[in-house]
């Protein structure tokens, strides 16, 4: 029996050191504002830094993002789990139906898909649009196919078959990819479509960048794709596509830049814009905003503050930060747009923004 | 209830080494209780996760009910899946890894209960259950670095070329694809064949083997007749185990299997499973219909495993009742 008892003591102390403890880290949790984010991967390095580097601006805040994926965080956001979600593709009207209320879009940064590929003596090649199409939809399988060689003249093109490797995760790079080949080929869009996932006409798949990257470095012939800040990191060959004006445009962070700059004029003013295949002379083809998406009511005023603040700063002093990480800064057109939408967001029906 | 009185007061001499307190019965009936929680909670565990995926799935089920099964095509963006690719991938990739894996690893089981100098064993087994510490994400990029270079410009045209005949063995070399998944696969499922029968064969009587040497058998008729025998709803154990981590594995598979829901009959093409499926897609399965096909996916992989499962405990089953017979 009191072997018995001792047990159950022991156990009591347990219990009551973990209920301690839990209650402790809740204790100096709520002292901090903790914010709850989810959502894309791709723009989680400039993410974290941006979090980091707000608590100098305003320590009180505290940042948890999980980058769980575009899916999850319009899962998460639609469900109220946490206090603002990212997507790499916007939410579809169907989606932003099933939300319980008015969510924004907020673009906070931009990237860039380009083609790489692995050719015998690294020859510099120039695509255009429907070139790019018709490799990926399988109509091009050589690289000395005639209409190759037609963009590319002096290019000495070997006699080998074309491997198509795309991303076999669902991918926010995936979907620029397959938007913009949706955007210059009626077939591309009747065929395959845009999605993260798409059922490709031909090719294999790698997993991430890295996949898909390290399937093409080791295979002469291949071609895939990936975002413009792993090309950079990596030193891979990006090559030049030909863009909506008629020029060959090198993918780079001032020519992703020039794309939203292009596509200013006539944006929605729900930023629920694709930007690839912009107008404009130096724009990159194939460049996309990602998002930040919140609530245009919020529930919890404090919170509701702290976020729309954050959103302020992260789209104006938080841009400088975007370089060094490879990733192209809001051109000012859009930061003034963004800027009027912020003011928009309330809490019981006023202004969060109000005393700017 | 029967043990409760009985086997306390019966037997006083161990309770009296082990205990000379009154404790003992409260103990008991705790540690009964606690014994009882744990098997129940896992029970439960699994029937959850069941239900949790079968209500998850539904609106998978309803809209595509058997053709879910025996359908190819995974289009995401016209919301159409049909599953069977991925069915066929995982089963090939596994049933190619157990192909390699099963001799591998029995025999080198058998030489390190058998054959191997004492000395070397211990060391040697060391470095082969080294192998399963590996990360499955590293094998996978040794994967898309050295093996499936390896086997685009020396293997596969070498295959091509001898025995390119059979339609396993056709089609351009990339390198990545289900031949490549089954070689990463049995490597990874080997040291656990390796550790599971060297247990198994180390438990055979010597007076198994004595006998057979006694009889002037071989060296290599002794393991036949005497030892493997014995010891053969154990090896058919070890191997079992084997394919159920081949079945699961995801991230190695998904890195070289070059991911198209496919069938194909050659080994060269690249194919898909259920584990690399749901890895891939998941995360960004933005409709619930996808979201409910992944899920669905989910729970065949559940179902093919368990069906296996049951498979092979009848194999186990009716060799075990052979082994019995013959020593009968």
């Known amino acids: 029996m009191k072997e018995v008892q001792g047990l159950y003591k022991r156990l009591g102390v347990i219990v009551a050191v973990l209920l301690l403890a839990v209650g402790y880290t809740g204790g100096s949790v709520s002292a901090q504002m903790l914010m709850n984010g989810a959502g894309a991967t791709f723009p989680y390095p400039i993410y974290s830094k941006w979090f980091d580097e707000y608590t100098k601006v305003d320590p009180s805040v505290r940042f948890n993002y999980q980058s769980i994926g575009s899916g999850g965080g319009i899962r998460q956001i639609t469900e109220r789990t946490v206090d603002f979600g990212a997507s790499d593709g916007p939410m579809t009207d169907e989606q932003l139906k099933s939300a319980p209320g008015e969510l924004f879009h907020i ?20 695509f255009t649009p429907d ?36 991303r076999s995760d669902g991918s926010g790079t995936t979907y620029i990819w397959v938007d913009y080949l949706s955007k210059v080929s ?22 991430g960048n890295e996949g898909v990257s390290g399937q093409v470095k080791s295979t002469p012939g291949a071609i895939g794709y990936v975002e413009l800040a792993y090309a950079i990191k990596n030193n891979l060959p990006a090559p030049m596509v030909r863009n909506q004006a008629g020029k060959f445009v090198q993918p780079s962070i001032q020519t992703t830049t020039a794309a939203a700059a292009g596509a ?93 | 209830m029967v043990q409760e009185g009985g086997t306390a007061e019966g037997l006083s001499l161990p309770r009296f080494a082990l205990s000379t307190r009154t404790a003992g019965r409260w103990g008991d009936q705790l540690f009964r209780l606690l014994v009882r929680a744990s098997a129940l909670a896992l029970l439960l565990i699994v029937l959850g996760m069941v239900v949790v995926m079968v209500r998850a ?25 049909g599953a069977l690719p991925l069915i066929y991938g995982t089963i090939v990739s596994s049933l190619l890894a157990l192909l390699i894996a099963v001799p ?55 295959l091509g070329s001898a025995l390119g005949f059979l339609p396993l063995f056709q089609g351009p070399p990339y390198g990545v694809g289900m031949l490549a998944a089954g070689l990463i696969l049995a490597i990874m499922v080997v040291p656990f064949i390796i550790a599971v029968s060297r247990e198994v064969l180390l438990a055979v009587p010597d007076s198994q083997r004595e006998a057979a040497l006694a009889l002037g058998a ?22 079992l185990l084997g394919l159920g981590r081949a079945l699961g594995e995801t991230m190695a598979v998904t890195m070289v299997i070059g991911n198209r829901a496919e069938i194909s009959a050659s080994l060269f ?59 009968e």
């Open chain 1, 264 to 356: 200013a004029k006539n944006m929605p003013s729900d930023f629920r814009v694709s930007l690839t295949n912009p107008p404009g002379e130096d724009a990159y083809p194939i460049a996309s905003f990602t998002w930040l998406l919140v609530y245009k009511n919020q529930a919890d005023q404090a919170k509701g503050q702290a976020l729309v603040k954050f959103l302020w700063w992260a789209t104006r002093e938080g841009q400088k930060y975007t370089s060094d990480l490879l990733y192209a800064p809001l051109p000012p057109q859009v930061v003034s747009r963004v800027e009027a939408k912020l003011k928009q967001i309330t809490y019981e029906g006023k202004p969060l923004l109000a005393a700017r």
């Open chain 2, 104 to 158: 591998l690893g029995i025999g080198a089981a058998i030489y390190l209960s058998e054959v191997a100098p004492p000395w070397i064993r211990p060391p040697l087994s060391f470095l082969m259950e080294l192998l399963a510490a590996i990360p499955s994400v590293v094998y996978g990029l040794w994967g898309i670095f050295v093996l499936a270079p390896w086997l685009r410009t020396q293997v596969q045209p070498a």
């Open chain 1, 107 to 126: 673009p906070t940064v931009m990237g860039a898909v380009v083609a790489t590929y692995n050719l015998p003596g690294d020859p510099k090649l120039r």
């Open chain 2, 269 to 327: 093409a690249p194919g898909y499973t259920m584990a690399s499926m749901i890895a891939n897609e998941f995360a960004e399965a933005t409709s619930d219909l996808y979201l409910s096909a992944l899920i669905e996916v989910g729970l065949l992989l559940f179902v093919v495993t368990v069906i296996v499962n049951a498979l092979a405990r009848l194999l186990v089953w009716s060799v075990g009742g052979a082994v019995k017979e013959v020593r």
């Open chain 1, 131 to 166: 070139l790019l199409a018709d490799i990926f939809l399988g109509k091009i399988t050589k690289w000395n196919d005639p209409r190759i060689k037609d963009v590319n003249p002096g290019v000495s093109l070997p006699d080998q078959p074309i491997l198509v490797v795309h």
């Open chain 2, 57 to 81: 799935a539904f609106p998978s089920i309803k809209a595509f009910g058997w053709r879910f099964l025996f359908t190819s095509t995974w289009d995401p963006v016209a919301q159409h899946f």
């Open chain 2, 218 to 239: 071989t060296r290599w008729e002794t393991t036949r007749l005497a030892v493997l025998r014995y010891a053969r709803s154990g090896l058919i154990g070890a191997i």
């Open chain 1, 186 to 207: 009626k077939e591309w869009e009747q065929k395959v479509g845009r999605g993260t996932s798409v059922n490709w006409p031909v090719g294999l798949g790698g997993k």
